[in-house]
């Protein structure tokens, strides 16, 4: 019985572990078609030097191939991805394809490779030893699923700048899933040509690449499960068109593509996504009687110390100033409300603070870091977390995960102690699912951990985005316009939270276009204008300051112009470098003046 | 009262699960400048480009000239004279100040010359570097050019998303001298801004949005007297006891 | 010289197919990988028209022209409309094309068979030129003739039309040009027609000039295609045509310095060193695209 469907059988086992060298790097958001390349390198070089059947037993000798195999193709995606890793999207497929491409031809052209007639090699693998190998493969991506390595790669999937910002080094975690995809074409090259008989470098050419990429697509790239599903399908098609009797050739091709429509256009998780996926809540999540045992514990700078220092910062874009000459120094313990009118510049500014943007004038130093200078992993390292304008969730990630990721910075690498089932890998999965739930539940979304974070409501997706920047455990905490949306009740209550989160010892910058909520929970508000700063001082000063009402709702009178924009006769300074903020507002406060200020105010503030 | 040339009733607007607009209504008549006026994130740009098709609405009614528009593509109300001035001006940077204002008469399916050198006659700056990629011109001069590609068009009702955005006081003025001239002209203006006092000054009637809801409307001199106005924008309250009751709704 | 003109007309055929490639992924940002299967479809429904149909070259070049225009609209209308507005509509739409594409394979097996086909006998006059010492066949300056006159209206289509001037403003920003009339998913199907229809000529064009058919041929020329317009600039048409050109003459000297079993590595070197040190292309610019 099993003996019938041995053939058909190996090869699902085969395709679904090349399907796993595609899922490899799919789940990190790369489209790689190398993956042919990886495999042909590995088949030849290991036919080649591995050591014959008849000396060391068929056995060993497959052993020694396949080690020999992977460590060719994890070489080799070393060696194409060092220089490649930068390229995104489609550039990096069509540079992965030329490489296989190119893979493919010079081993046509090698005498050792037997050229076009191709190189014999001996039939040693059975259907269990694929069936094993395929084991052994699935449970590795299974295993890393959970952990916080897996998590690392799904969400530079799924928002490569938020996965950025969380501190997790995007260059490092991109190549790694590179390699391991490198390494499973490399068995897989050696495990198929170990059981063909006959090896080509035709047999790793484009179509190859294509029938690899399509399996891992249909099964889903978001599962572990779906490279095996996908394979099981692919294989079984022309088996059941035999069985029902038809022989046409190119109707297995014709449904295999059509299935392949489909499944892209209706099922975009592939066949994997039809099996529900669990979030575990851990379940003591009030306990914190053993807080952060297993997490890094961070060590905040004392009220009063410097927290970040801003020097003539500014930022152009194509002759145009966004930020000009900012001159401001937070400290900590302080709440630090940015406003102004829309396009002044605050976004172009806290991202220049986060790292995201680099300054093009003047310079910064945020917790000891020089703005410019420090990649955004490095800066979220040095305590630095933020949320976005625009919510960037991890989206097909569950809210628990979502945080979890969040904690990247203060949890501890599981994945490889999660493959032997070490308990201390246990233990600090707990910890950081434990301070996840904490960081849920201090935003109040508890409830709701399992669900989706694209299937939140848009108040949930903020107070989502505040946990998860609140879980790497930040000494300055930036909030891009965090009540936007919000009703009146829900923007107390978040005035609420970012009231006590500043007397946790946390310092906060926010941007908020409620001015209200602004004024009743900053210590200190700085408005910005045309990049400028226009006024800063206490939320009492700032509400009485004419010139910010007049930022906000223009001015009062008006003076007729002289000289006309349209005949060209009237300077325009968003054009170029000017002066240009409201007359009546620059004299209120200088921009050098808006960088000293009062010892912070720590007493904590009744937000309702 | 003779029949508004745009009416929208109750429109609400949604992105996924989040509500923009909560049932706006207002109208313009033939010929009068109109101002929708708020915070940001009031709402007001979700609501201009749902009535100029950009968005489709999750509910309420769009009428202009009479008919139904609440479901039509954008494109093809521009034939019908409904055009936008978008916000951040959305000149096509790579294109000439010639092809952008050819792109304004994209809709007659032919050129447009004569409107063209009207607009020129009437923005020299823009005749002068007819040829330049219209994004070597300053963040005024693109306003105009915003502004003029609209005008090819030949709008029955122009409607124009925050045209003093990033701009300086004196450049503003400037646009508003334009708008103005424009509603002289005899062309209708929605104009939604965040500069509520200059556009105030400007409309004959005014609409205040506060997160997706009309707080108050009425002719735009009682409105730019009304201290309540500051509030809708600052949320201060000027009457800080009323602080728990939603805003009070309702014209003036 | 020979040599010389030799690359020159098979340039110019990648030049044509590649321009295909690079009109869909400057208006639309997305690779349109059923591209090559148009490719391959066109040259054999053009042997078919030939063969079967009695007609001659003149006439089926238009007829092709139309159907590979018809394929276009297909491919826009199933692989890339429904997923408009999808986040993950950049790599759904290499997908979706790479099943349309086997679609069209499959179908063409189906009809035609697996074989390998030509043109009947004596399709087009063997007539023979002299140029400057070199040997020039009639069928060489027709597929020249033909390439160049289709690059050139298609150049002045989108410098000095109207449709054009749309494409331009649909590349550049959708959304203004929604706000200006202009029907956005007309000038996209528009492009995808114009785009397989030029890659259509191209599939008959190299049909003629190798005199053979295979169901495979559009993936050979798919990675070269590719090349071409990484090498030209993605999105940029005259990087493609100088770029076509470039590859033609650069295969042509490798056959005939190095040896012709390297001729195909050449593309990948140049796609390796313009994707290394210059990824925006020798003639593109680079989108910048806001936090």
Partial sequence: MLLEYATTLTFIALGA????????????????????????????????????????GDVPALLIAVVLGMAVGALASVVLGLPTMHLRGVFLAIATLGFAEAVRIVLLNQEWTGGAQGLAVPRILTVGMAWTALAVVAY??????????????????????????????VGRHRLAAFVTSGAVAGLYGVLYAYYVRLIAPGDFDFVAAVEGLVTAVLGGSTMFLGPLLGSGFQTMIPEIQRAVGVEAGWIRPFLASLLLLVVILFLPGGLASLIPRRTRMPQSDGGDGDRGAHLAARRHPAAGETVATLAGLGKEYGGVHAVRDIDLEIRAGEVVGLIGPNGAGKTTLVNMISGLVPPSSGSATVLGASIGRTPVHKLAGAGVSRTFQHSKLFNRLSALENVLVGGHLVSRPTFLRRLLWLPSSRRDERAALEHAARCLNRVGLGDLAGNRAS????????????????????SLLILDEPAAGMNHVEAAKLSALITSLAADGLTILFIEHNVGMVLETCTRVVVLNFGEVIASGTPEEIAADPAVIEAYLGTEDHEPVTGSIAEGTLDDPTGGAAQNAPAGAVTNVGPSAAGTLEPPDTTSRDAT | MSDPILSVEDLRVSYGRVQAVRGVSFEAEQGSLVTLVGANGAGKSSVINAVSGMLRPAGGRITFRGQDITRTPAHALVKRGLVQVPEGRQILATLTIEDNLQMGAWHTGGTA??????????????????????????????????????LVAEPAVMLMDEPSMGLAPKIVDEVFRVIEEIRASGTTVVLVEQNARRALRAADHGYVLQTGEVVHSGPAADLLADERIVEAYLGVDTDSRRRDGPTQHGGL | MQQLLNGIFIGS???????????????????????????????????????????????????????????????????????????????AGLISSIALAGMVIALLQWRYGPDTRRFPAGSFPDTRYE????????????????????????????????????????????????????????????????????????GVLFAINVNTAQLGMGSAIELKGLAVIIVGGMGSLPGALIGG??????????????????????????????????PQGLLGARKVREV
């Fill in chain 1, 17 to 56: 572990i090349f399907a796993y060298s595609f899922y490899a790097v799919l789940i990190a958001g790369q489209l790689s078609l190398g993956q042919a390349g990886f495999a042909s390198l590995a088949a030849f070089s290991a036919a080649s030097l591995a050591p014959s059947g008849d000396d060391v």
């Fill in chain 1, 455 to 474: 299937s939140l409501s848009y108040g949930d997706q903020r107070r989502l985005e505040i946990a998860r920047a609140l879980a790497s455990e930040p």
């Fill in chain 3, 131 to 202: 140029v400057a010492g070199a040997q020039v066949t009639l069928v060489q300056v027709v597929i020249l003739g033909v390439s160049l006159a289709l690059m050139v209206g298609l150049t002045y289509m989108v410098t000095r039309t109207r449709l054009g001037r749309g494409m331009r403003a649909v590349a550049e920003n959708p959304d203004a040009a929604r706000v200006l009339g202009v029907n956005v998913d007309r000038i996209t199907a528009v492009t995808f027609a114009i785009s397989s229809a030029l890659g259509a000529v191209a």
């Fill in chain 3, 245 to 278: 050109l470039a590859l033609g003459l650069a295969e042509v000297f490798a056959v005939q310095y190095i040896g012709s079993s390297w001729r195909d590595v050449i593309a990948f070197g140049l796609l390796f060193l313009i994707l290394l040190l210059r």
């Fill in chain 2, 113 to 150: 010359q004569k409107s063209i050198t009207a607009m020129y006659d009437r923005f020299p700056v823009l005749a002068e570097r007819r040829a330049l990629p219209a994004g070597a011109l300053s963040g005024g001069e693109q306003q105009m050019l915003a502004i003029a590609r609209a």
């Fill in chain 1, 140 to 169: 590795w991506f299974w295993r890393m699923g959970r952990s916080r390595y897996g998590r690392a790669l799904e969400a530079i999937r799924e928002d490569e700048l938020a996965a950025r910002s969380m501190g997790i080094d």
């Fill in chain 3, 13 to 91: 055929i990648y030049a044509l197919f590649a321009i295909g490639f690079t009109l869909v992924f400057g208006i639309l940002d997305r690779l349109n990988l059923a591209h090559p299967a148009v490719f391959a479809a066109s040259a054999f429904v053009g042997i078919e028209l030939v063969e079967r149909g009695g007609l001659s070259l003149w006439a089926a070049l238009p007829i092709v022209f139309v159907f590979g225009a018809v394929l276009g609209l297909l491919i826009e209308r199933l692989a890339f409309r429904p997923l408009k507005g999808r986040a993950d509509a950049h790599f």
